[in-house]
Every structure is written in structure tokens, then in C-alpha cells.
């Protein structure tokens, strides 16, 4: 038998874990973490005899879980769609996150000559790739995603993947640069190799 010094602090770690669920801006961080507070919220409510907690926290890791897995289902509804880098929506979205880019990729600097997508989530902008054709290999100059969407592998399937209007470039080969930790970590993540100062990504592996 637990004591109740010990199930009370069981009862507290999980209103942390829940409290904490709130603080992050990552969608996939925060399904885990409300998850995790849910479970033991459901142990807590098990421990003292509380079918209320049980039930609605066995419901919350369900709905929880439920979430996860559409997250991270292959039908999820992704899409990138090309824009032209002089258009104002364009401008106005790397504007508004401008301070974000250049924590990761800061000698970004847009071009007319970019080729442009806007990554999109379930209808809603959620980043944007921008880079210059080389032939068969696409040079990217810019990979940015919302911070509440980069646990959600869009890079991979952007690469990966390959939705129509990036097949569409005739490209085999997407490169890259790399000039802070942050975004080295990133290009690893999503499957580039390093080349001597250059790292490079096969399309569709």
C-alpha cells in the first residue's frame, strides 16, 4: 500500500505534466506530454478510489493517442504548394517569422530567382521552401517550418515523399548549407549526408 504522502505526490506530478502540456508550442511535444499527465492522472484517480478521474483521463490519453496517430498517419493532409518569391503573401510570412529564420539558417536572403513552396497542413501554411534548380539537383536556400509543427516530419515528406509540384522540377537531388548547429541537426534529421561544406539529400529516398 502507497503512502499518502507518496500518492499525493503522484496527484502532483501529473497536474505538472498537464501544466506543462500548455507550455509547449510543439503539437506532437504537447500530445505526449498531456498523454503522460493523463496516464498518471488515471493512476492517481486509481489510487484513490476516484472513478471520475479515471474515466475522464482515460478519455484524455485516448483522445491523446488518437491525435498522435493522425499526426504521423501517411494520410495526413500535406501539401506544398508553389509560390512565386515576390509574392506578398511570401513576403509577409518570412517577415512575420524573420527573427525565427535567422536563428537556424541566418544568411538566408530572398531571391527573384527562387523557386518557392509554401508548405501546407490541413489546409493552413505551416512553412516554406525555398531554393534555385541546378539542372537535376535542387539547391535549397531557405527550409523553414512553424515551431509548433517541426516534431511533424514535414521535411521528410517534403524530400521524401515528394508531393506532384516538387516532382514536377525534374530534380534527383536536393543540396544544402549548413552554418549553425540548429540547422545541421535539422538536415541530419531529415536524411542529408555531408559533402565536404555541402550536405546532400537523394529525392525520394
Given at each position: 500500500?502507497?503512502?499518502?504522502?507518496?500518492?499525493?505526490?503522484?496527484?502532483?506530478?501529473?497536474?505538472?505534466?498537464?501544466?506543462l502540456s500548455f507550455s509547449m508550442r510543439s503539437v506532437v511535444r504537447l500530445r505526449i506530454?498531456?498523454?503522460?499527465?493523463?496516464?498518471?492522472?488515471?493512476?492517481?484517480?486509481?489510487?484513490?478510489s476516484s472513478w471520475p478521474i479515471m474515466i475522464t483521463n482515460l478519455i484524455v490519453v485516448a483522445l491523446n493517442v488518437w491525435n498522435l496517430r493522425r499526426e504521423f498517419s501517411p494520410q495526413r493532409d500535406l501539401g506544398a504548394v508553389p509560390i512565386e518569391p515576390s509574392a506578398p503573401f511570401?513576403?509577409?510570412?518570412l517577415r512575420t517569422h524573420l527573427d525565427d529564420i535567422r536563428h537556424s539558417q541566418p544568411d538566408f536572403a530572398i531571391d527573384d530567382s527562387h523557386t518557392g513552396f509554401v508548405?501546407?497542413?490541413?489546409?493552413?501554411?505551416?512553412?516554406?521552401v525555398l531554393g534555385n534548380v541546378h539542372?537535376?539537383?535542387?539547391?535549397?536556400?531557405?527550409d523553414y517550418?512553424?515551431?509548433q509543427y517541426r516534431d511533424s516530419r514535414?521535411?521528410?515528406?517534403?524530400?521524401?515523399?515528394?508531393?506532384?509540384?516538387?516532382r514536377a522540377l525534374g530534380v534527383d537531388q536536393f543540396t544544402a548549407r549548413a552554418?549553425?548547429?540548429?540547422?545541421?541537426?535539422?538536415?541530419?534529421?531529415?536524411?542529408?549526408v555531408t559533402d565536404g561544406d555541402i550536405w546532400r539529400r537523394s529525392a525520394g529516398s
Amino acid at each position: 500500500m502507497l503512502s499518502p504522502q507518496l500518492i499525493e505526490a503522484i496527484g502532483y506530478l501529473a497536474s505538472f505534466l498537464v501544466v506543462l502540456s500548455f507550455s509547449m508550442r510543439s503539437v506532437v511535444r504537447l500530445r505526449i506530454a498531456s498523454l503522460c499527465g493523463g496516464l498518471v492522472y488515471t493512476l492517481y484517480g486509481a489510487l484513490i478510489s476516484s472513478w471520475p478521474i479515471m474515466i475522464t483521463n482515460l478519455i484524455v490519453v485516448a483522445l491523446n493517442v488518437w491525435n498522435l496517430r493522425r499526426e504521423f498517419s501517411p494520410q495526413r493532409d500535406l501539401g506544398a504548394v508553389p509560390i512565386e518569391p515576390s509574392a506578398p503573401f511570401l513576403a509577409d510570412f518570412l517577415r512575420t517569422h524573420l527573427d525565427d529564420i535567422r536563428h537556424s539558417q541566418p544568411d538566408f536572403a530572398i531571391d527573384d530567382s527562387h523557386t518557392g513552396f509554401v508548405l501546407m497542413r490541413d489546409g493552413m501554411p505551416a512553412g516554406a521552401v525555398l531554393g534555385n534548380v541546378h539542372g537535376r539537383s535542387f539547391d535549397v536556400q531557405l527550409d523553414y517550418v512553424l515551431p509548433q509543427y517541426r516534431d511533424s516530419r514535414l521535411g521528410a515528406w517534403f524530400y521524401g515523399t515528394r508531393p506532384a509540384s516538387v516532382r514536377a522540377l525534374g530534380v534527383d537531388q536536393f543540396t544544402a548549407r549548413a552554418t549553425t548547429p540548429v540547422h545541421t541537426a535539422y538536415l541530419k534529421s531529415v536524411g542529408f549526408v555531408t559533402d565536404g561544406d555541402i550536405w546532400r539529400r537523394s529525392a525520394g529516398s
